[in-house]
């Protein structure tokens, strides 16, 4: 839990700097596992308006990766710490649009940071939509907990 707090706190400092609404991203991925197993990363949906403003930051990049926009920090050498921020519209979502904010804002989740993330069911919802292999440990424990 140690290294999702102190990737939140990171985000919120991103968040602050950029001058980002709190309303306008979400994280999604294993976040909301985080006081079940640890989370080295942090991967955020971001209404595409205000991923513009991290632009100015000066520390980061944003490139292309996966024929998505994104922003990547890692605040350490070690790069299994890292934030990435995706460029979304408000009804575009990842795999597809019911995991966009405008259909999941009325339940996202609202952690101590004030970031929006995913339920347990919704991550559970989420991982099974794509299935992938790397995702089957995390399914069979969301199925114990949802």
């Excluded at 079940?36 to 990049?61: C, Q, W």
Aim: glycine content about 2%; proline content about 3%.
């Amino acid at each position: 839990m140690a290294r999702a707090l102190f990737l939140a706190n990171i985000l919120k400092q991103i968040v602050q700097t950029a001058n980002v609404d709190q309303n306008s991203y979400f994280i999604i991925g294993s976040y909301a596992l985080r006081k079940h197993k640890d989370v080295t990363d942090l991967d955020i949906v971001m209404l595409d308006s205000e991923f513009e403003k991290l632009r100015n930051l000066p520390f980061g990049a944003i490139e292309i990766y996966n024929n998505q926009t994104r922003y990547f920090y890692a605040p350490t050498d070690d790069l299994d710490y890292s934030i990435e921020i995706f460029s979304k519209k408000a009804d575009e979502g990842y795999p597809n649009s019911n995991f966009s904010l405008n259909s999941l804002r009325p339940s996202l989740q609202i952690d101590e940071f004030k970031h929006q993330h995913f339920s347990l069911q919704q991550l559970l919802d989420w991982k099974l939509s794509m299935n992938r292999p790397k995702d089957q440990a995390d399914i069979e424990m969301l199925k114990l907990l949802c």
